[in-house]
């Protein structure tokens, strides 16, 4: 009995390992304050209202522009137009300002009250590729850059109108924000692309902007997709199946001889 509980348990184990969600994904947008110049500042205001899925259940005070909810393998596309199908107004837009990621030489000093703020949340352990680019379909010619941090604000004191460095945890007066890694363009119509390994399951923000790093650029209007894709189950993992297999054969094998 021993034996037979214990490798009921181990198979178990082992197909929890091997078995990704099924469940669908999907992206909310909040309507609330929007401006299609990408400056206004109020982008994603509260109270939210969000449209095309179920909202976030999030308290911070850092405004969210969007929310992708990320189960298992699946890719997601942030875009205005997908906003406008969901039923925003029809001149609905995901706009950033030129320096709302970067304004200066470095690359690092952004003015937050350009930026746009999404909300992420993966359902288990991922390998997640995201990627800005201008929305050329909508004629924008944006210099994209965006930097992810793990965590949600869960403060009161966040303000967009300010200076941010782009590279720091907690910016903009946020709480349990921690960065994690950025990527930019500074080509005009080009994408900003990163892969992020390994990375929890858990909630990240994602910070999107114009990148003016020579002091020029120009707003526009963005999309951002969302590639997740399982993390790969470690060989060892693969030996605990053979292991597996081995006791199973042995216990039968007794019961036969």
Do not use: C
């Not at 198979?11 to 304050?33: H, P």
Request: glycine share 14%.
């Amino acid at each position: 009995m021993r034996i037979s509980t214990s490798i009921r348990s181990m198979a178990l184990l082992a197909a929890v390992f091997t078995i990704s969600s099924n469940a669908d994904a999907s992206v909310a947008y909040n309507i609330t304050g929007w401006d299609d110049s990408g400056t206004g500042g109020v982008d994603g205001g509260f109270p939210a209202n969000w449209i095309g899925a179920t909202g976030p259940n999030y308290s911070g005070s850092l405004n969210a522009m969007w929310f992708a909810n990320l189960t298992g393998n699946t890719t997601e596309n942030v875009s205005s137009t997908d906003a406008r199908n969901q039923g925003a107004d029809s001149t609905f837009a995901l706009a950033v300002g030129p320096r709302a990621w970067s304004s200066n030489a470095s690359g690092t000093l952004g003015k937050g009250h350009g930026g746009d703020y999404g909300l992420i949340h993966l359902d288990s352990a991922s390998n997640l590729i995201i990627t800005v680019a201008a929305d050329s379909a909508l004629g924008s010619t944006l210099k994209s850059g965006f930097s992810l941090f793990q965590g949600w604000d869960v403060g009161s004191t966040a303000v967009r109108v300010q200076d941010y460095q782009n590279n720091q945890n907690n910016p903009l007066g946020t709480q349990g924000l921690a960065f994690l890694n950025s990527a930019s363009t500074n080509i005009a119509g080009e994408v900003a692309s990163f892969t992020f390994t390994n990375l929890s399951a858990g909630n990240y923000s994602l910070f999107v902007g114009g990148n003016a790093t020579t002091g020029v650029g120009a707003g526009g209007i963005y999309t951002v997709a969302l590639a997740a894709s399982p993390v790969p189950v470690p060989g060892a993992v693969w030996l605990f199946g053979s292991a597996l297999s081995g006791l199973i054969a042995t216990k039968r094998s007794k019961r036969n001889s």
